[in-house]
């Protein structure tokens, strides 16, 4: 690894609330979370150059969560990833945001189950799970929680059927109505351990964790290619015309 | 920015400014040096969209979002350009869709950042203005106050240029834009989208057998630059349905043609198609020739997909008494080259985006406040 540029600036703008981080291998220097609503293009660069301050010039990889998520919202911070590395040749790695939060379960969490809401009671919803204990990774200098793999598809469900995939204890991840987590505890034959939600937090250090953990789960296209994950109705509707006649 | 440019032969805004354009169906980039367009590479979506009739916003985001690394990389490589020589970032803010806008400008702003160079937001409206400055040498370049005629798919203005940054909007279209009522009409004739070129090919074909137009109306609303295109449009949707009144009838048909015309012959729909393109073009010369009359314009300018109209090309040049300036045909299209252009009298007087620049889909032509170094 160039020692130059051995930090990883992630982006997340796939959750409501968007985050930014700094890394060094799995360890935090930067961590900035805002609320651009639906104004991302706006909160973007100014929040990217505060959790940078002024280490642009190391930077070695530019991460970022490609969703499931609002469709501009992740095409927003995905363009801004996308001309950084166009200006900076660094590394693009592509997270998806149920990975980037299975990493954000404890290292003691064997099986994983990741939810994001996706409005009208439904989720995505993802199983994940730690191949490894915490340990330190070869060629890396960080420690971190082990290797996540997915154990099938991201698939969207409604929220009476989130127990169906359960078929031992679990920690859960991600953005969880409490009622829908009631709901999933009786329903569940196992225990069901929440995790924290990240609204306040942000997604974004986990997306660098990620991606620094396991570069090539989660980065499976280059930045030429890259596109976000589209998992909700399509939104390809009838054509507009004179969109800008005024 | 002192320093960026250290060994470039010119130390004014205009070397090298890179533009980008996402406002609608073309992702495309381009590297302009002073006037000369260096590259210009643009992915259109035409197939994409085209079997819907029309651009579909998402299916445009989706494309620009996947190709925009690729027309980057390309456009450096065609101009042999590092990115260490570009001095500026040039892009498209406003108007058009939002989601497509937002994917060019968050593109070149994470590019400027990791550039450490300057961001400006164009207006497209005003880029499209820009392309008669590219390729010209300085001495050849419009003379303000211009009029310019800006018409595409997406919009139909008449802006009265005073200075650079300074427009007034003076008139509009109240319904279709030019190139949508193209678009609209050549459904009707069963012609392919984008409808302009198709329905100047139709003509064409048509030519040798020097076929007579139909007599469609023109809307010339009176005392005002506005347009107003559906009434034309409609006739020829009610022409197709047999739904004319006898009035109506006999001026459009008035040399004949209706049963040919209703029962789809090629040489009817010719006729049509002729009709219908004289009928928007003259619309389109008289108020632009008056406006250039009535603001005492130095200078026309044509810009915009329909600029590229032969007719349009022809008449609005036999209309203005004043120099006329219309882009090449490559630039007449949303490209990254006038964005550029644009971009680079922005840069020289100073209008830097801050990290806020947000897209504006509605955005409109300002009037700056006029500038203290002139
Ligand atoms: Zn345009």
Known sequence: MDEARKLTLALDTSMPTSSAALLNGADVIANRTWQAGRRHSMYLERNVRAALAAELDHVGIVAVASGPGGFSSLRASMAFAKGLCGALDTGFVSVSTPLALAYSSPADARSILTLVPAGSGQYFMQAFERRRGPQPLPGRDGIVGGLIKAVGECKLVPQTALHEGLTGPVYVAGGVNPDDLDSLREASNWPVEFGVQLIATGLARFVGLAAYADPEQAAPISAMTAVPQYMRGAGITAPVRGWARR | ?374
């Open chain 2, 1 to 374: 920015m002192a320093g960026a440019l250290s060994g470039s032969r010119r130390s004014d805004a205009f070397t090298v400014i890179l533009g980008i354009e996402t406002s609608c169906d073309d992702t495309s980039i381009a590297l302009l040096d002073a006037y000369t367009v260096r590259s210009l590479v643009t992915q259109s979506q035409l197939a994409d969209h085209a079997r819907y009739g029309g651009i579909v916003p998402e299916i445009a985001s989706r494309r620009h979002i996947a190709t925009i690394a690729a027309v980057h990389a390309a456009a450096l490589d065609a101009a042999g350009a590092g990115a260490e020589e570009i001095r500026c970032v040039a892009v498209t803010h406003g108007p058009g869709l939002s989601g497509a806008l937002v994917v060019g400008l968050n593109f070149a702003k994470g590019l400027a950042m990791g550039l450490g160079i300057p961001l400006v937001g164009v207006n497209h409206l005003e880029a499209h203005a820009y392309a008669t400055w590219i390729g010209r040498d300085p001495s050849e370049h419009p003379e303000f106050p211009a009029v310019c005629l800006i018409v595409s798919g997406g919009h139909s203005e008449i802006t009265l240029m005073r200075d650079h940054g300074d427009h007034r909007l003076i008139g509009r279209t109240r319904d279709d834009a030019a190139g949508e009522a193209f678009d609209k009409v050549a459904r009707v004739l069963g012609l392919e989208f984008p409808g302009g070129p198709a329905i100047e090919r139709l003509i064409d074909d048509g030519r040798d057998s020097h076929l007579t137009p139909f007599q469609l109306p023109r809307a010339m609303l009176e005392g005002t630059y506005d347009f107003s295109f559906s009434g034309l449009k409609t006739a020829v949707y009610r022409a197709k349905a047999g739904k004319l009144g006898p009035a109506e009838t006999r001026r459009i048909f008035k040399e004949g043609g209706q049963t040919e015309f209703e029962r789809g012959d090629a040489s009817a729909h010719a006729r049509m198609a002729a009709g219908f393109q004289s009928a928007v073009v003259d619309v389109l010369v008289a108020k632009t020739a008056a406006a250039a009359e009535e603001f005492e314009a130095k200078s026309v300018i044509v810009a915009g997909g329909v600029a590229a109209n032969r007719l349009l090309r022809q008449k609005i040049r036999a209309a203005v008494g004043v120099p006329l300036h219309l882009p090449e045909i490559r630039l007449c299209t949303d490209n990254g080259a006038m964005v550029a252009m644009a971009g680079a009298f922005l840069l020289k007087r100073g209008r830097i985006a801050s990290p806020d620049l947000d897209v504006d889909p509605n955005l409109r032509l300002a009037s700056e406040p006029v500038a203290t170094e002139r």
